[in-house]
């Protein structure tokens, strides 16, 4: 996913311990010769879920003490092309993690890259506590690809002092409610949201959303699949129109140039008064010292109830010469003993239906996102998981030159299909 920052890196350092099983906890009576297991994951730079990991490593090596790990961290554009060069060859790893959706994790899959690991969900019997919605990733192809990692969600963060300056007294319910609260915004003097151009996933987040707005959830999933004409279904249009309204009127100054972090800082000092991040950001805030009592959250008033959001899996490579071993990895990293360290330490939010959250262990914003995850209707995913490498590389192209001027929204959509067509 493309989408470093130091919240989605801590994330999934602390998400990739997430989901575990009670009948997991002991021995499986596997190989006891000593062997080691390359694993690559995205780099974390958070000090709780550094610790957590840490701490989840420990109990793994006394655990297994035949086995030696051995953890290579990536940045995700590297970890992205350090999998595509290597999978399939003696080069790639034994388990590497990604996310799950079609158009990250299975492009792996659809490559050969990953181990079909229908016997050990037997062996472990993973499936009986793992929620469907995770679950869904890993059966999409046939088979069973992968084990679930973590998901999350992502919302509307916005600052109350700003919201209180510019006169707004309720978070918005619509999306009508969302541009005049912008436009109040605008008028007291702040920025309304803040997001960097650099790495393209981050502004994605609005057009992504605004889609599912003018769209609905039916046109909207069937543009995604390409199952429906981006250049001839009217709410694409719509969309990007409004998205460049907000990009032009709405959106901080010199987005272009600025890193996600960046623009994220922004936000955490006051200087723009809202930003999409995901349900692991309030672990990033309280890092940054950021008070949390001046932060809202609220999901984009799509009016479909659905929740936006990504999955991510850990994945056994297909070349691995000690699956057995990768496998008992993986089963202790959804072990209750490696989420409880995460849930305790990191605030992960558990993918293991048998791990149960204290609400009253958590910060506001996480008790938020209880109820907002509990009450959604369905999950729609980051673009840049939906769709493949190739596809979402032009979606980005367009998304910027739709928001910086350079093409008209109305030739937006026809330029999409077109570039499908010919890349069919």
């Not at 490593?57 to 290579?72: H, S």
């Not at 999978?87 to 994790?105: C, K, Q, R």
């Not at 999901?299 to 297909?318: A, C, K, W």
Request: glycine content about 10%; charged content about 20%; hydrophobic content about 35%.
């Amino acid at each position: 996913m493309m989408r470093i920052k130091r919240a989605v890196a801590a994330l999934v350092a602390a998400g990739l311990m997430a989901g575990g099983l009670a009948a997991c906890s002991g021995s499986d009576g596997g190989d006891s010769s000593q062997v080691t297991l390359t694993y690559w994951k995205l780099t974390d730079t958070n000090p709780a879920t550094k610790k957590a990991w840490s701490e989840t490593m420990a109990g793994f090596e006394k655990k297994y003490p035949n086995i030696k790990l051995k953890v290579r961290d990536y940045s995700t554009d590297q970890l992205k092309q350090s999998l595509r060069t290597s999978l399939g060859s003696s080069a790639a790893p034994d388990v590497y993690w990604s996310w799950g959706g079609l158009g990250i994790g299975g492009e792996y899959v659809k490559a050969g890259g990953s181990l079909d690991l229908t016997k050990y969900y037997k062996k472990y019997g993973w499936e009986k506590e793992i929620p469907a919605s995770s679950m869904s990733t890993v059966k999409q192809y046939g088979g069973y690809n992968g084990v679930p990692s973590g998901y999350s969600g992502a919302g509307v963060y916005y600052r109350k002092d700003l919201f209180a300056k510019a006169g707004i007294t309720t978070e918005p319910k619509t999306y009508d409610e969302l541009v005049a609260d912008a436009q109040k915004l605008s008028d007291s003097g702040t920025t309304p949201i803040t997001f960097g151009g650099t790495v393209n996933w981050h502004l994605m987040r609005w057009l992504d959303n605004v889609l599912m707005t003018e769209c609905g959830s039916k046109t909207y999933n069937a543009l995604i699949s390409l199952k429906a004409d981006w250049g001839t279904t009217p709410c694409v249009t719509k969309a990007y129109d409004e998205f460049a309204m907000w990009s032009q009127k709405y959106l901080v100054k010199g987005w272009a140039s600025l890193s996600d972090s960046e623009a994220d800082n922004l936000f955490e000092t006051g200087k723009a008064a809202m930003v999409i991040e995901g349900s692991w950001y309030p672990t990033v805030l309280q890092g940054d010292k950021v008070d949390l009592s001046n932060v809202g959250l609220f999901l984009f008033p799509t009016g479909t109830g659905e929740l936006y959001g990504d999955t991510s899996n850990n994945y056994v490579t297909r070349t691995s010469k000690h699956p057995d071993q990768a496998a008992q990895f993986l089963d202790y990293l959804m072990s209750p003993e490696a989420q409880k360290i995460n849930l305790d330490v990191a605030g992960t939010r558990p993918v293991n239906t048998s791990v149960k959250i204290d609400p009253a262990k958590q910060d506001p914003l996480n008790q938020t996102w209880n109820g907002l995850i509990a009450d959604a209707k369905g999950l729609y995913e980051f673009n840049d998981q939906a769709l493949s490498l190739t596809d979402v590389t032009e979606y980005w192209r367009i998304q910027n030159a739709v928001a910086s001027g350079d093409i008209k929204p109305g030739d937006a959509g026809a330029q999409f299909q077109k570039f499908l067509k010919n890349n069919k």
